[in-house]
């Protein structure tokens, strides 16, 4: 009988390791399932307000790209600087509140995952970065570069990037700069 008695106990405790165990795992996915959401929730807002405000953002592109590829000096400033426009732009909108979130006084780490969401949203609204590193100038490239010594630029020029242009709908959102490799004889 007493026999009997311990293997109940040892079956009752381990029925209790198990439930525990079983708990903090659907714990744990609950509140990663709940992250997930959230993050999906603001990669739509956000690629919604960039295919119709991708302008308001002039200049933070860039930022955002050095933040993700660890470039950047200061990843907080670029953070900071979207935060301050989002809430000067959508003032008690949801994207505001979702946005809050995230970008509140967001430490180094957060703001990596921030950049790497907004640029998936910015991917998503068609917006897009020069990749070559040496174009020949376009009427729409000419405009979208500034040239880095401060010379006159002219499409059929061929340039090296320094810093991309970023466009969306194949308008210029985002300056780049450039310097002149060969000017064209045009």
Known sequence: MFAFT???QMNETFL?????????L???FLNNKKNTI???IFLIQWTQALK???VAFNGLYGGLQKIVDGKAKKPESVIAEWWTRTRYKWENQPITEISRKYMENADYNKCVNIAKLLLKAAHDADISKENNKEIILDEVSARAYLEWNGKEIFPSDKVKIITPAWYQYNHVIEQGHCEILEKSNI
């Open 52 to 54: 119709h405000n991708a």
């Open 38 to 40: 959230d993050e999906e």
């Open 6 to 8: 311990e293997v109940v």
């Open 16 to 24: 209790i390791k198990i439930k525990n165990i079983f708990n903090k």
């Open 26 to 28: 659907f714990s744990y």
